[in-house]
């Protein structure tokens, strides 16, 4: 058993039986005599391993055929680019929600590449964060597409609701919260997200795409950053970050172990109400700065009333071996990320710590 749980917001902790089955095949995988990392990527031993990580990919979260699945570099912080650059074409138009930090960045690299509208954004009443109802967004119909992030990691907002757009396709940055609870994929146009939180290692992002979506991209743009390079070559174009794949395909088959997505997504809730409770209990001491309805199940992000008190309460916390619960340095206070990696048992052990730290300031 490792000691310490780390609840870092990404890279993030994965199930020590993803940790030791890489370490046990890592000098000879399935008899080859070598590393995975060795494998040529085109040769047959790698393509089981990525086909299979596809596959179970689609088994999880019901992927039809007629939407493209990607394992490609370059980031969630990629797609940023990669999504105006091939939706744009034609239109010349998006439309954006913005709730925090990341949809933030998403909006700063789209307006390179074209007109962007944000129909929505973040809003406080009681000194709590909120997003707007749908109804008083300003959604264009001419949009190429919409796009959101259903959970900032930064901020601790979560939507617990889809954004119904109609014709418009619905692209989601789900890099904090993909596989965490079951959605139906059909809602979505284009979903993507970064590994390094809640499907593997950093190196390897996840895009999927709806057929139709693959289309013509703006001019001038490169060719790796074009859905139908990805389309044609199966994310085989050029040398795909193989170990990163093979990683990601561990941790989801660690998944279907587990009873697949709804099986996780009740761990998953269970471990975001341990804490939000413990807050809610000590409401004159922990205060979470987002309306109950958007608290993220992935980032409970909360303050200490008296931020004093804060430098003392990560030092301790860490002593504890409950590690990098510091918030992100843009927000401050306490971030607990919790993951599909991070076990139940560490999520109890903040919990405890966090009710024995408040009796003893008593
Ligand atoms: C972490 C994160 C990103 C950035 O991902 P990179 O893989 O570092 O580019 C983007 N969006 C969200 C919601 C994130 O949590």
Redesign the pocket.
């Known amino acids: 058993m490792r000691k310490v749980y780390n609840f870092n917001?990404?890279p993030a902790m994965l199930p020590e039986e993803v940790l030791k089955q890489a370490q046990a095949e890592m000098l000879d995988w399935h008899g080859t005599g070598m590393s995975i990392m060795e494998l040529g990527h085109r040769g047959h031993e790698f393509k089981e391993v990525a086909e299979q990580a596809e596959a179970d990919l689609r088994e999880l979260m019901a992927i039809p055929m007629h939407y493209h699945v990607f394992f490609l570099a370059?980031?969630?912080?990629?797609q940023f680019a990669m999504v105006p650059l091939n939706l744009l074409n034609g239109k010349g138009t998006a439309d954006y929600i913005e709730t925090g930090v990341?949809s933030k960045?998403?909006v700063t690299e789209a307006q390179r590449y074209g007109n962007i509208n944000i129909a929505a954004k973040t809003a406080h009443r009681n000194h709590l964060a909120y997003v707007p109802p749908q109804e008083e967004w300003s959604l264009n119909k001419e949009a190429a597409y919409v796009h959101y992030?259903p959970?900032?990691?930064?901020d601790g907002i979560e939507f617990h609701w889809v954004p119904r757009t109609g014709d418009v396709p619905l692209v989601a940055?789900?890099?904090?919260n993909i596989l965490s609870r079951p959605i139906d994929i059909n809602d979505y146009g284009i979903v993507y997200a970064?590994a390094?939180?809640n499907v593997g290692q950093?190196g390897i992002?996840i895009v999927i795409v709806r057929e139709d979506l693959i289309q013509e991209p703006l001019p001038r743009t490169p060719t790796l950053y074009a859905y139908k390079t990805h389309a044609e070559h199966h994310s085989f174009y050029n040398t795909p970050p193989t170990y990163s794949w093979y990683i990601t395909g561990l941790m989801l088959a660690w998944l279907k172990r587990q009873g697949g997505v709804e099986a996780i997504y009740k761990i998953n809730r269970r471990k975001a109400d341990t804490l939000y409770n413990v807050i809610d209990t000590h409401k004159d001491f922990y205060i979470c700065r987002v309306e109950p309805s958007y608290r993220s199940m992935q980032n409970v992000m909360f303050y200490l009333h008296d931020e004093k008190l804060t430098p003392r309460f990560l030092e301790e916390a860490a002593k504890r071996n409950l590690l990098n619960l510091a918030g992100h340095r843009v927000s401050g206070g306490v971030r607990a990320s919790i993951y599909n990696g991070m076990p139940e048992e560490g999520v109890n052990l903040l919990a405890d710590f966090m009710q024995d730290f408040v009796k003893r300031q008593g």
Not at 173 to 176: K, L
């Open positions: 917001a990404g370059g980031g969630a912080s990629t990341w960045k998403a992030t959970n900032e990691t930064i940055d789900m890099t904090s970064g390094q939180k950093a992002t």
